[in-house]
């Protein structure tokens, strides 16, 4: 059986900080600080429980995408 998806979470890539938007199922849209875009943040960010992600192509995205699928954060 799948685990049930909590929330949706937008990531707008910047150079040096990235803004993040989480949508949860009930329509509750959060802004929570703008963390810097490195490994550790995202890896700090990221352990949480599962949601649906969506990231900007860019610079970013490729390393991004890569951590977000690997077990370090699960």
Not at 7 to 22: F, H, N, P, R, V
Request: glycine residues 6%.
């Amino acid at each position: 059986m799948q685990e049930a998806t909590t929330a949706t979470t937008g990531c707008d890539l910047g150079e040096k900080q990235s803004t993040l938007s989480i949508l949860w199922p009930d329509g509750r849209m959060e802004r929570p600080k703008q963390i810097h875009t490195t490994t550790e943040a995202m890896r700090l960010f990221f352990t949480r429980p599962k949601a649906h992600v969506v990231i900007e192509v860019g610079m970013h995205s490729r390393w991004v995408s890569a951590l977000l699928r690997s077990s370090a954060i699960r």
